[in-house]
């Protein structure tokens, strides 16, 4: 069981901000993620566009922003749990929660932040009859720990950033790698798709395009999988493993059952400390909803620091919280 002050669902810019405010406080935070990295939407979604509404950045691409937030938080030691979805809360006798993902990680914690931004991201499946008889048996829906695939033969499905860059990452590691895409161009970055067609051209990847899936097969485990070409032949392809990355969609997912306020699938908050109606349990970023709510990255910055300054109390009840400037006193760790 993994002990902490504060537990934080979601590890986008909005958890990260939290971890350091957090830390001012001398309060300590363990994030979860169901996804296999940190950085929220800005790392999944949009790692290279620029945003140009941060305080003291011009301008400063998804990804610089998530990676400067990484050294920001590094003196207070934050401990993660990613690629794990957070499934149930339980309340303890006296006040504080059992958190719980669908690997049975378990938490024990005195306050939740809920920073679950659009939610978890599920996957987008293709549709295939035989996909679910091998979930878990060589499908998988996102490269969590690329080592696995060492010397596996795999299939990748997909035409955006996804695919092409897992493609290109995995031919050095698998002993086969086959990119399956239905269209002859790819909506990926251009300088990805170009060296994706350059490994095809050098035989280090077999690239299948114009090509519908059609089916998965194997006895207990995967062994082949299904493709018809324009001219409708069926084509086999070996395959321990099939990687269909057709991009994520969000959902609020199991945060909907935890008897929260919600309101078009974001969780009700006061404004004054983005407390819900669950004493203990607060919500920020772009989960929450309020008259007047921007979900924007520099709105949820301000609810992170006013969300810790109302969970001391949960976590130091016997001490009064004096505020300090990071100015005054530095920025002092545990
Ligand atoms: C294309 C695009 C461009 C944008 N540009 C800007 C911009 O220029 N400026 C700006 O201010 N904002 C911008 N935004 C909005 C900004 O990205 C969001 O406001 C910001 O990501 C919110 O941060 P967050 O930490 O609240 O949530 P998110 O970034 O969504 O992170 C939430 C995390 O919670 C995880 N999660 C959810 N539920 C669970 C669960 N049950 N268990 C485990 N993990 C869970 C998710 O996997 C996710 O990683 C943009 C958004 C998009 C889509």
Known sequence: MINTDICII???????F?????????????????????????SE????????????YPSITAQELIDKQLEQIKPFDPTFT?????????KQDDGSFIVETNDHTMVHTQVIVIAGGLGCF?????????????????VDYMVKDPAKYRDKKIVIAGGGDSAL??????????????????????????DSAEKVFKLAQQGKINLLLSHNLTNIHGNDYLSHVETTNKEKEVIATDADYFIPLY????????IADWGLNIDKNAIEVNTFDYSTNIERIYAIGDINTYPGKLKLILCGYHEAALMC??????????????????????????
């Open 122 to 138: 599920e996957p987008r499946k293709p549709e295939i009859p035989n996909l679910h008889l091998f979930e878990g048996k060589g």
């Open 165 to 190: 860059d897992w493609t290109f990452h995995l031919a050095d590691i698998a002993q086969q790698v086959t990119l399956i895409h239905r269209s002859d161009s790819f909506r990926g970055a251009p």
């Open 82 to 90: 990613l690629g794990e979805r957070v499934e149930h809360i339980t």
């Open 45 to 56: 979604i949009y790692p290279h566009k620029p945003i140009y509404d941060i305080p003291g």
């Open 309 to 334: 300054q109302s969970a001391f109390k949960f976590v130091y009840p016997d001490q009064k919280l004096t505020f300090k400037y990071t100015t005054v006193n530095g920025i002092n760790t545990f």
């Open 247 to 254: 991009g994520l969609t969000p959902k609020l997912g199991p």
């Open 10 to 16: 979601g590890a986008g810019p909005v958890g990260l």
């Open 18 to 42: 939290a971890v350091f405010e957090a830390g001012l406080l001398k309060m300590r935070c363990h994030l979860i993620d169901v996804l296999p990295q940190v950085g929220g939407q800005l």
